[in-house]
Structures are given as structure tokens and as C-alpha cells.
């Protein structure tokens, strides 16, 4: 489920963010570079993901793996979605 409301408190400058509007719009997927970037988060740190649509289906994936994930969207419709290893997962 992709919460968009009532901003975690767990979320913090990002220690990894993957701009990948560019990659999606060349018709990419950018699912390995996510799914790499959230294995490598250490603990309490948040990887960033920047599209211009909410990735419901990577999200759906990164939560059934252990991560915990918010999205917000700016005025310019410019997506970030955030992740961050959920409490006792490795």
C-alpha cells in the first residue's frame, strides 16, 4: 500500500536518490537499480526515488521485502517516494 499522508517521521535526507524520470521516459524500468539501492541501505537510512507517477507496483514489491515506504507529490507533479528498511529486517 503506498501511503501519500501524515509524513513519517523516519524519513530523513536520503543517503541514496535515483532520479529516474529520464530512464522511464526512454521506456527503462528502473526496479534493479531500486531494488540494489534499498539491499544496500544501512540502518535509518532512506533511499529516494524521483518519477513523474506513483510506482504502485515497485512500491508493492520493496514493502513485501521489508521496507516501509511514503510517497508525496510536488506542485509539479514531480513524484518522490521514499523507502526505509522497516524495524528488524536485514
Known sequence: MVTTSGRPNWIVEPSQTLDARVMLGQGAHPMPQVMQGLADLGPDEVFLLV??????????????K???AWTDTDADGVVMTYFVRRQGQN
Do not use: N, S
Open 51 to 64: 518519477t513523474p507517477f506513483v510506482p504502485a507496483p515497485l512500491v508493492a514489491m520493496a514493502e513485501g
Open 66 to 68: 521489508g521496507y516501509a
